[in-house]
């Protein structure tokens, strides 16, 4: 009773210490600090280099190219991943079972693979990229490659995430709907969508998340030419390259800096849709 | 109507991204026949990243394996302020680009690093050798046992562990006879999916490898350095057994939630900031 009567939760159970201990120091060593050198190292240069090197053109084009077809690419998985989500969770169709665990591949499926193959598809040579060409589209060694293989990075994160809030949908709020006459279209939008938007901004933040900082799918599909379709992380490793690592370091602390800014920009939208919601 | 719509977009949309890529995998790695294809899996580079691959996935688990139990007890079992701060702070991993996972190490054990004086003295390499893909590997799979244990291990509850001590357990006892036991799918299920991201690691791993052949290449290493030599053959036929081991991870994956439903939806689509599951409705 003391013990709560001073605000500390009572601690039957043994191990408390040394399993936090283990914990914080294993995080500190691993993780914590070899973090801190990149922001130490960043400025290494001083304000005035971090500065040149974060403004280069070709800095803020791969920057751009990352956070951009990282963007379309988690667009396009939130609208094909609550299709998939909906269809796994409310149809019966063959091969459902095997549907369902083949959604999982991507974060099963080393990056390096995921990459060699999608090239050899989408190649002017492959077995899309030839129909493509046709039509006159250019997919593997442009941009749009490295939005393919950002979307095939990304798709698990918005399906994993819907598919339990369908599991939980009340069929019956659909059905008053329908009773009290509105359409399929009508009940999707002012039934449906209100519930499944904030679990969909979490998936599409998960998706963009990943998507920025991909490495291994995306360079073998992009061309790597600097400006048009070098990623952010590439451009980490040119520079690493060349021992610029003051260079590489403030890119690296640009990324963080953005990714982090924008996860709590997303978080903060989803606070605010799911309190004026009136949920929990 | 729209039944079949949907159904007909959601696996038009799957076959595209998902299966003819894998296809692929297996169709190249086959296309110039068998005889080619086991050449180029036993060739000595290739067996030689084999067998790094499996060391480094042999020294990466266990590590997370035992700082996954340890965070998940420390988190489940007790209260204590910062909690939230620390379930954000073992999820960074995540979030952070592979590459940028790489380039710390080399920040610290790199020949201008803060340690590489030192290492340099004593003659022990970290960067670009296998040291450092270890180091590397961890910290990419670092949260995958502990966001796969927490949650279950906080709905369970310290009801059974309570008893135990209440019966004169010692805290070994209830962790190995107790809790152990309650958990063990829960386990299997994050080494699993930790071993996959160990084996497969690409990103951090290129960065403080080296690409020695035969000696700092693990397999998707391998893979990349074949596939840019224009070795297409050999590169999809190590590629292939990768695809396996994922196809094997999924088969595992299903399995086990299959035994413990709950495992699904505790995976990893989670709020990466709250490490809580989607807001339920």
Same mark, same amino acid.
């Given at each position: 009773m ?13 191990g ?41 053109p070709?800095?803020l084009?791969?920057l751009g190219l990352s ?12 609208v ?13 169709f ?12 991507p ?8 990459g ?5 598809l ?15 589209v ?24 819907l ?8 069929h ?14 009508q ?6 969508l ?11 933040a ?25 990623i ?6 040119a520079k690493?390259?060349q ?5 590489a ?11 982090f800014t924008?996860?709590?920009g997303i ?14 | 109507?729209?039944?079949?719509f949907?159904?007909?977009c959601?696996l ?15 169709t ?30 042999a020294i ?6 035992v700082?996954g ?9 007790f209260?204590?302020?910062?909690k ?21 190490f ?8 803060w340690?590489?004086?030192?290492l340099?003295?004593?003659?022990i390499?970290v ?11 961890t ?25 135990a001590?209440?019966?004169?357990a ?17 386990l299997?299920? %994050?080494v ?17 490898s080296?690409?020695?052949? %035969? ?5 998707p ?18 590629a ?7 196809l ?19 995976g990893?689509?989670r ?11």
């Open positions: 003391n013990a709560l009567a001073a605000g500390r939760p009572r601690r039957v159970l043994p408390f210490g040394l399993t936090l201990g283990y914990t914080m120091l294993y995080l500190s060593l691993l993780v914590l600090i070899p973090l801190s050198t990149v922001f130490v190292r960043s400025l290494g240069g001083g304000w005035l280099h971090f500065y040149d090197a974060v403004t280069s070709r800095v084009a791969a956070f951009g077809a990282s963007l379309i690419a988690a667009l396009v998985n939130s094909f991943g609550l299709i998939i989500a909906w269809v796994l969770v409310r149809y019966a063959p091969f459902k079972r095997v549907a369902d665990a083949m959604v999982d591949l974060f099963a499926l080393p990056t390096a693979v995921a060699i193959a999608l090239t050899a989408y190649a002017p040579n492959g077995w899309l990229g030839r129909g493509l060409a046709l039509l006159g250019k997919v593997a060694f442009t941009p749009l490659g490295i939005v393919v293989a950002l979307t095939f990075i990304g798709l698990p994160f918005v399906v994993r995430t598919q339990p809030v369908i599991e939980d949908l009340d019956d709020v659909e059905q008053a709907a329908w009773t009290l006459g509105a359409s399929g279209a009940t999707f939008a002012r039934v449906m209100p519930v499944l938007w904030p679990p969909m901004l979490t998936g599409f998960l998706a963009f998340a990943r998507a920025v900082g991909e490495y291994g799918s995306v360079i073998f599909i992009a061309g790597n030419m600097p400006k048009s379709t070098e952010a992380p590439l451009l980490i490793v690493l390259e021992y610029d690592y003051a260079g370091s403030a890119i690296a602390v640009v990324m963080m800096v953005l990714s924008i996860m709590l978080n903060a939208l989803q606070n605010w849709a799911v309190t004026r919601h009136g949920e929990r | 109507m729209a039944r079949r949907l159904i007909g959601a038009l949309f799957m076959a595209l991204f998902l299966a003819i890529p894998l296809l692929t995998v297996f190249q790695a086959l296309a110039t026949g068998a005889a080619a294809y086991l050449a180029a899996i036993s060739e000595p580079t290739a067996l030689s990243a084999i067998k790094l691959t499996l060391m480094v996935a990466s688990v266990p590590l997370n394996l700082f139990v340890a965070a998940a007890w420390a988190i489940a079992k209260n204590f302020r910062g939230s701060t620390l379930i954000t702070l073992i999820d960074l991993p995540f979030a952070i680009s592979p590459v940028i996972a790489g380039l710390t080399i920040l610290l054990f790199g020949a201008t690093g340690f590489g004086g030192f340099r003295a004593h003659h390499r960067v670009f050798a296998v040291p450092g893909i270890v180091l590397a590997t910290f990419v799979t670092f949260p995958f046992i502990a966001r796969e244990l927490i949650p279950v291990m906080q709905s369970q509850g310290n009801n059974d562990e309570e008893t001590l209440s019966l004169g010692t805290g070994w006892q209830i962790f190995w006879r107790v809790t152990l036991p309650n958990i063990r799918w829960a299997l299920y %994050g699993l999916l930790c071993n996959a991201r160990a084996m497969g690691e690409f990103g951090a791993v290129s960065v403080v080296g690409h020695v052949r %035969g000696l700092t290449n693990t397999m290493l391998h893979v990349e350095i074949l596939y840019n030599d224009y070795d297409y053959t050999a590169a999809f036929a190590v292939s057994l990768l695809a396996l081991l994922a094997l991870t999924l088969a595992g994956k299903s399995f086990l939630e299959w035994r413990q439903p709950e495992l699904r939806r505790t990893h689509a709020d990466a900031t709250t490490m809580k599951r989607p807001p339920r409705v």
